[in-house]
């Protein structure tokens, strides 16, 4: 019961800067690009330091091991999740224009702005380790797979795009920041002090400005706008109840079954990050794929405002 009440509590002070987002773009406090600015600030500049001197923290050279064979819990539960999509796909006859979309949305998490500060809000920086360990398979997945599915599926009529492989978008500034401070680790050579306090300073505007960001792609979305349908529901409830059942499967008794020990930090992480909503940029790439923007739309907003619901379940049932 502590476990839940304080997820809960976790969980009200993230609904709340969102909603302060949602309020301050709904009052005009914030210009139309503002939304986009702060996304490269994150992605570019406060995450990539976020991460850095959270590997330098949290890390040690003798754990390295440890953190990369963790990567196989989530790779594989991602893997299902594509499965089972596809075969959601065949049995509800999911249209053209919606399908990549779907696939998307089981498989794929917004790791990012909602999963990164859920994670410190329920676990401390104590489990970024392990975070970062289902962001680089998030990602991986994303850009390497997700990418074409959403590339080439359009709605009847519309010119399919050429999927094409992107390298910059398989490598972002995040996973870059990720890859040289594991290689900075291996060096043993500590940070100056005051490289430290710079990189945790600016690495501390990522939770914040994150959450601000989803307040403000809801307000811009607007709620009124927000539609259900059969297939929204479906991949609603793929997203968050599909994969993290999937996950909690996986890390509760497959691998156990296995004779593979978790660290109970490790379990929850990834149930968590499991079941975070749909990438925001799922929209974005349907447009660009000549796909159904607007079932795109509904997605995210959907599994964005639900994912509060799901959250403090999910703590009750892996506690």
Known sequence: MATFISSISSVVVVILIIALGFILRQKKWFAD??????SKLIMQIALPASIFISVQTHLTRSGLMNLFAGLLVPAIG???SYLIAFILIAVFKIPAGRRGTFINTLANANTIFIGMPLNIALFGENAMSYFL?????????????????MQSDSLPGKKKEEAHFNWKKLLPMPLLGFIVAILWLLTGISLPS???STFTYVGNLVTPLSLIYIGIMLADIGLKNIKLDRDTILAVLGRLVIAPIVMLCLVELAMP???VHM????KDTFIIQSATPALSVLPILADQGHGDVEYATNVVAITTICFVVVVPVLMLVAA
């Open 263 to 266: 660290a109970a930090l490790m």
């Open 257 to 259: 079954s296995m004779g």
């Open 33 to 38: 690009t503002f939304a986009g600015n702060i």
């Open 133 to 149: 360990i289902y962001y680089v398979i998030n990602t991986v997945s994303t850009w390497a797979i997700g990418i074409f599915f």
């Open 194 to 196: 005051f490289v430290s």
């Open 78 to 80: 991602v893997f299902l």
